[in-house]
Structures are given as structure tokens and as C-alpha cells.
């Protein structure tokens, strides 16, 4: 069902809706046009259709188009995804022609209508070459850690990024130095989803059965693709770790993608590894299962993310918000979320996780406090309307870049 601005009210209070609704009377008129890479999948593709309807229906006239690129072209951008991420390598010359044939061609099909262009990610990143042609202001919006780019492909994607009026990153040490102006907006979930939505509890204990675990005893979860970097099998030693001392079962709830080829190495190890112990369950879960990691993350009494290397790490921000203390690695944006002892704990290693583990299993009570701390933590910074907000504020500080002082 279509969800409307007055969905997020009991939510969110009313003075977020009517902020929203002051800060839209100083954009009527103007055209927000989103581009990113994909319609569907993905957490941009994700937050776009529930930001710019929303945007729409304050006032706020949003569209939002997808760049069209053949399957070459996504395995350049794949490979330029990773490099910016520090893979090691060299762009070739042949890649980078792909990638500017495939820009040129994008640009020759597509309507820039927005006054304000916001471009997705760097697989768009080229449209901005359109620029001088249109009196408009481009923002550049970069979802992925920048901290430690390859420099053969940074070289080759920053000029383009210079071409931007602004750029935005997740957080300070996810960004570049650039000679442009730079916003930090973190990102956010949607609390009406289907992966975050409240369930009715036959929901979730039907969810349960089917997979097989038993809700009267407790559940310790970590919800990730299956991935070395988010260190399934150190959860795996975590847990046998605590069970020595305490009762309890594990769920390794992910996802083995099809053009990951490692994905299916790591399940297979991750299998093995917990072969012979009914008590770990190895869920290997479509893309499509939101309502089943919903439950499983509200069944759990503890959520684990021991990743190595993160990037924002929404899985915390989802457990946060169901109110279960969190267990994290101290890495990416998880330190940005998980605030030791408060809302759970950050740990650096497999004994840490373990304590950690054993702490909140042994104190339920503190460990529903910590909870409940992790889900106003989450209310009042990581949701869809403080994102929405923030968006709002930016492009009325760049669409009035010229007017120096702005008044809100
Ligand atoms: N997720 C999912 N199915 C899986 C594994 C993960 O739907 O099998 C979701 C998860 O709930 C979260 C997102 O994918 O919304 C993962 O985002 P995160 O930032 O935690 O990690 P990433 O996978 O982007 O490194």
C-alpha cells in the first residue's frame, strides 16, 4: 500500500512532518532530478522510491531516472566500485573508453530537466560533462568509503567530480579532499518497509518454525551477506565460545549472490564450519525476504555485525530500531551508530564478541534498556525523514549558493 507522509506521523512526532513542510515552501517550483544506476536492489535504489514520493507529495517536484549500461559496462563500473574502494589494479585504457562511450550515449538519450541534478554513485558520475549546456546546480552523492581510493581510478573519476557544485559522503572519514563543497549526510531506513515495519507475532513465529528455531530459548543473530569482511566464521567461534557457559542458538541469516562467486565459498566454509551443531542455523535467504530477516532480527535477543571492514552497516541501524542491543565491529560506520554500553557494544575481537555475547545474555534486563536506547538512537537520527530533511537543507543551501546569507 502506497504509504503517505502522515504514515511517519506516530512515528515521528509531528514537528519532524511540519519541518519537512517548511523547509519544502522554499523549493516549490524547483525540479529535483535523482540518476543512479538501477531501479531496483540496492540500498540507493531502496531509499530513492520512498524519498522521492515523499519529496512529491510536499510540493518538492522529484523525478528520478536510472543510467542505461550493458553488461560490460556494470563490469567496469564494478570493477571502478571496487578499486575506489582500495582494490589494488589498473583502470585500462580500453575500460575508460567503455565508460565514456556509454556516458556519451546516456547523455544523448536522456532529459536533464532538474534544477537541481543529483547523481548517484560513481557509474552517473559523467553525465555532469552535459553541464554547460544547462543552468543548473549538480550535486554528486557517493554512498561508498572514498578513504582510501586506488589511485589509477580515483584519477580518472575525480575530474568529473570536480565538475560538481557539491558532493556529499556518509562521514568525514569515508570522504576526499576536493575543491568543491562537501556535506556529510549519514544514511537512513524506512520505517514502513517490509524489512522494518512492526510484525504481528504470529508472523514471527511462523517465520521461526519454518526455519526451524526455537523461540523459547535465546537467539543470537548476525544478518549479512555472506562475505569474509562481515566475518561469519569469527561469529561462528563467538558463539562457541559463549556456549560453553550459556544456552543459546545461532543465526547466520545472509545471502549468496549470483555474480559473487565468492559468496558461495564463504556459505560453503560458513556450512562446514558449523556442521554437527543443531544450534547454528546457516540461512541462505533470497533478496526478496524482507519480512523473514524483519522477524528474525525482532526474534533475537542478541544482534552481532563482527564485520572486519563496513561500510555504513544498515543491519545495525535495523536492529537498533527493533530494540535489540547490538554487537559490532569497530569499523566503517558502525561506531556511528553503536554507542558502547548504551546501545550495545564495539568490539575488536572474537573473545570481545564472545563478552560481549555472555554480558547480555546474563543481564536481560539491561540488554532491553540498551535496546530501547538503540531504537530513540535510531528514531532521532537514521530514519527516512531526517534524511529527507537533510536533503532538503542542502538543496536550498546550493540552490541559493549565490544569494550568500540563507535564511531558514
Ligand atoms: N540484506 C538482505 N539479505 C541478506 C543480507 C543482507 O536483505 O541476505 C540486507 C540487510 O538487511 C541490509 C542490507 O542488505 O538492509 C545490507 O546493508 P549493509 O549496509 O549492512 O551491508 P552491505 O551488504 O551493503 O555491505
Given at each position: 500500500m502506497k504509504k503517505t507522509l502522515l504514515d511517519y506521523l506516530p512515528i515521528v512526532g509531528e514537528e519532524v512532518i511540519n519541518e519537512l513542510k517548511a523547509l519544502a515552501q522554499y523549493l516549490q517550483g524547483k525540479v529535483i532530478q535523482h540518476i543512479n544506476s538501477t531501479a531496483v536492489g540496492g540500498g540507493v535504489a531502496e531509499i530513492l522510491s520512498r524519498l522521492v514520493p515523499l519529496s512529491n507529495e510536499l510540493g518538492v517536484n522529484s523525478r528520478w531516472d536510472v543510467f542505461k549500461g550493458g553488461d560490460a559496462f556494470f563490469q567496469v563500473t564494478k570493477e571502478?566500485?571496487?578499486?575506489?574502494?582500495?582494490?589494488?589494479?589498473?583502470?585500462?585504457?580500453?575500460?575508460?573508453?567503455?565508460?565514456?562511450?556509454?556516458?556519451?550515449?546516456?547523455?544523448?538519450?536522456m532529459e536533464f530537466s532538474g534544477d537541481i541534478m543529483f547523481v548517484h554513485d560513481p557509474q552517473p558520475v559523467g553525465l555532469v560533462s552535459v553541464r554547460n549546456t544547462k543552468p543548473c546546480k549538480w550535486i554528486w552523492r557517493c554512498h561508498i568509503d572514498l578513504s582510501n581510493p586506488n589511485p589509477s581510478c580515483w584519477d580518472f573519476i575525480r575530474p568529473f567530480v570536480e565538475k560538481y557544485d557539491a558532493s556529499i559522503f556518509t562521514a568525514p572519514f569515508f570522504a576526499q579532499k576536493l575543491p568543491i563543497r562537501e556535506f556529510l549526510i549519514q544514511p537512513s531506513i524506512d520505517p514502513l518497509s517490509?524489512?522494518?515495519?512492526?510484525?504481528?507475532?504470529?508472523?514471527?513465529?511462523?517465520v521461526l518454525e519454518r526455519f526451524q528455531i526455537d523461540h523459547a530459548r535465546p537467539i543470537v543473530t548476525q544478518v549479512s551477506r555472506f562475505d569474509y569482511l562481515k566475518d561469519p566464521l569469527g561469529v561462528i567461534d563467538a558463539y562457541r565460545i559463549v556456549k560453553k557457559r550459556r544456552d543459546c542458538q545461532l543465526v547466520l541469516a545472509g545471502g549468496s549472490a549470483a555474480d559473487?562467486?565468492?559468496?558461495?565459498?564463504?556459505?560453503?566454509?560458513?556450512?562446514?564450519?558449523?556442521?554437527?551443531?543443531?544450534?547454528?542455523?546457516?540461512?541462505?535467504?533470497?533478496?526478496?525476504?524482507?519480512?523473514?530477516?524483519?522477524?528474525?532480527?525482532?526474534?533475537s535477543t542478541v544482534i552481532v555485525q563482527k564485520s572486519i571492514k563496513e561500510g555504513f552497516g544498515l543491519t545495525v541501524t535495523e536492529a537498533l530500531w527493533k530494540g535489540k542491543p547490538v554487537i559490532g565491529g569497530m569499523t566503517g560506520g558502525i561506531p556511528l551508530q553503536i554507542k558502547n554500553k548504551v546501545n550495545g557494544f564495539l568490539v575488536h575481537t572474537?573473545?570481545?564478541?564472545?563478552?560481549?555475547?555472555?554480558?547480555?545474555?546474563?543481564?536481560?534486563?539491561?540488554?532491553?534498556k540498551m535496546?530501547?536506547?538503540?531504537?530513540?538512537?535510531?528514531?532521532?537520527?537514521?530514519?527516512?525523514?531526517?534524511?529527507?530533511?537533510?536533503?532538503?537543507?542542502?538543496?536550498?543551501?546550493?540552490?541559493?549558493?549565490?544569494?550568500?546569507?540563507?535564511?531558514l
Open positions: 571502478i566500485h571496487n578499486m575506489l574502494h582500495g582494490k589494488e589494479g589498473t583502470l585500462t585504457d580500453e575500460m575508460k573508453e567503455l565508460f565514456l562511450d556509454e556516458t556519451q550515449k546516456n547523455i544523448e538519450s517490509d524489512k522494518n515495519k512492526e510484525l504481528p507475532p504470529e508472523t514471527i513465529m511462523e559473487d562467486p565468492e559468496s558461495s565459498k564463504v556459505l560453503s566454509e560458513v556450512q562446514e564450519k558449523a556442521k554437527g551443531d543443531p544450534d547454528i542455523h546457516i540461512l541462505d535467504l533470497p533478496p526478496t525476504a524482507n519480512i523473514e530477516i524483519n522477524a528474525l532480527q525482532r526474534a572474537i573473545e570481545g564478541t564472545a563478552n560481549a555475547i555472555k554480558f547480555l545474555l546474563a543481564n536481560p534486563l539491561l540488554a532491553q535496546g530501547k536506547n538503540g531504537q530513540e538512537y535510531v528514531r532521532h537520527n537514521f530514519l527516512l525523514t531526517r534524511h529527507l530533511k537533510d536533503y532538503l537543507i542542502l538543496f536550498i543551501l546550493v540552490d541559493r549558493s549565490a544569494h550568500g546569507v540563507v535564511y
